[in-house]
């Protein structure tokens, strides 16, 4: 994992900080486990623009991930492969019986390397198992929040979390965000911190690189009209007032989640501002 700075030959090139994909093996992905994206470019059925700021970009195939990891049995890793889809690293491995699936790659994760799922398993980087059978201080990631349904936090670039205490039918983690929370024993969820943990350290350059990503050039609040946004108008530069979104909600340290949120009393702590 390293970045580099590139030589300022050109405008869009004197900020730029790049990836150099060390840990990537191959270029080429699994045929079999991709299909094309189709775009909507932020229209509806009708043709109507309904999301702002979306449209162009590269064209994309995607990977199907295996975010359960509900094989159990082990399997070889082939090789470490770029996905334009998200921002960590994917990893192509293949079971005993041939079947090949992509799993989310980890810090470590090296090709050769056997990865396994399901109880009794050794808890080294790459391996999943339940919450119960992982010793307690462990870096985890890929980590479900109910039994069965499949990864869902801590799945992004360096992202982890940590396996605090264990009490009864609950396992408690610290959460990327800072925040603690109780997570049934039964989730599963897999070793080690995500791949690609320099992906933050990238820097654009340029704002020709957000349009390869499909990203349109976005309006601040300020510049609109009154009619447009709550911060519009005004006599040349406003404060603008309070931050708030189009539709008059407060942000920046305004609460939304509900009160009334059954999930509220298995959060320990709240995450850090």
């Given at each position: 994992m390293s970045v580099r700075k590139l030589k300022p030959i050109t405008p869009g090139q004197r900020f730029r900080i790049v990836n150099n994909y060390d840990e990537v093996t191959t270029n080429k992905p699994e045929k079999s486990l991709t299909f094309g994206l189709k775009k909507s470019g932020g229209r509806n059925h009708s043709g109507k623009m309904t999301m702002r700021y979306i449209g162009g970009g590269h064209k994309r195939k995607y990977r199907i991930i295996?975010?359960?990891?509900?094989?159990?049995g082990a399997a070889e890793v082939l090789s470490i492969e770029y996905d334009p889809n998200r921002s960590a690293y994917i990893a192509l491995v293949q079971?005993?019986?041939?079947?090949?699936?992509?799993?989310?790659?980890q810090n470590g994760l090296k090709v050769g390397q056997k990865i396994e799922s399901g109880e009794g398993v050794a808890p080294v980087v790459g391996n999943t198992m339940k919450?119960?059978?992982?010793?307690?201080?462990?870096?985890?990631s890929c980590i479900e929040l109910r039994p069965g349904q499949g990864a869902i936090i801590a799945r992004s670039a360096g992202s982890y979390a940590q396996l605090v205490t264990r009490e009864g039918k609950y396992a408690t983690l610290k959460m990327p965000s800072g925040e603690v929370r109780m997570v049934l024993i039964e989730c599963r969820a897999t070793i080690g911190a995500v791949?690609?943990?320099?992906?933050?350290?990238?820097?654009?350059?340029?704002a020709g690189r957000s349009r390869w990503l499909g990203r349109r050039p976005r309006t601040r609040p300020m510049?609109?009209?009154p009619v447009d946004h709550p911060m519009g108008g005004g006599e040349g530069r406003a404060t603008g007032g309070i931050p708030r979104s189009r539709k008059g909600i407060p942000a920046k340290g305004y609460k939304t989640r509900s009160k009334k949120k059954a999930?509220?009393?298995?959060?320990?702590e709240r995450r850090k501002k």
């Open positions: 295996d975010f359960k990891r509900n094989r159990e079971y005993e019986d041939g079947e090949k699936r992509y799993v989310i790659a919450l119960k059978e992982i010793p307690l201080g462990t870096v985890v791949s690609n943990s320099d992906h933050q350290l990238q820097v654009s350059g340029k510049v609109m009209n999930s509220n009393k298995q959060i320990v």
